[in-house]
Each structure stands twice: as C-alpha cells, then as structure tokens.
C-alpha cells in the first residue's frame, strides 16, 4: 500500500490544521494506521494511532485533547485534526500503516509509510 500525506502548512499558535493521509495500491480496510512527527532534535516520535475497525484510538500524552484522529475506509482515508496548536508541534508529520496489532506507538513496527508532511506552528 502507498501513502501519501498532505495539508501541512503555517499556523498560529492556537490554531487548528486537518492533516489527510491517503492511501493507493490496496485498500487499507485491514490496516492498522497511525500518525508520527519528526524534528531534526528528535527522533521520530508517536502521535496517534487508530485500529482497523476505529476503535480504539491511542494518543500520545502531549496531544491528547487536542488532537483527534479519524479514518474513512471507504475514501481510503485517514485524518489527524489538529487544534489548539503549539510551536512544539512544529515537525514532518508522517503516516504509517501496518496488518497487525499492538505495539502502535513503536515506528518499527509499521510496514508502510508515507512522505510526511510539513506543520509549521508559529508563536
């Protein structure tokens, strides 16, 4: 399966931005999908996570509240709104897909990932 993220873009702190991942090649119904960032100060970090079904969802502590993430199997489709943004969530944003469960906070876990997108939070 291919994914490709978009909807990165500039925003004020306290803003809000939809990021989309979307995916070619297969459908991924059956995938397990996830949301990571990146910095060049650090690694590449957990965001969020959704199982296959959309429920459950996990987020990471430092975006629960804020974030919200979503999928629409039958666009083929995953979602991660962000509001109430901060300049610490300035990163590459990526998404991942993988087949099995567990682990959705580990990157090495995913077989598939996307070209990030970039979300620029300015103070």
């Known amino acids: 399966v291919q994914l490709q993220a978009s909807g990165g873009g500039l925003v004020q702190a306290g803003g809000s931005l939809r990021v989309s991942c979307a995916a070619s090649?297969?459908?991924?119904?059956?995938?397990?999908l996830g949301w990571f960032r990146q910095t060049e100060e650090k690694e590449r970090e957990f965001v969020a996570a959704?199982?296959?079904?959309?429920?459950?969802?996990h987020y990471s502590d430092s975006v629960t509240g804020r974030f919200t993430i979503s999928r629409d199997n039958a666009e083929n489709t995953m979602y991660l709104q962000m509001n109430s943004l901060k300049p610490e969530d300035t990163a590459i944003y990526y998404c991942?897909?993988?087949?099995?469960?567990?682990?959705?906070?580990?990157?090495?876990?995913?077989?598939?990932w996307g070209h990030g997108t970039l979300v620029t939070v300015s103070s």
């Open positions: 991942a897909a993988k087949k099995t469960q567990g682990y959705y906070n580990f990157p090495e876990r995913y077989d598939y």
């Open positions: 959704i199982s296959a079904s959309g429920e459950p969802k």
């Open positions: 090649g297969r459908t991924f119904s059956g995938y397990y």
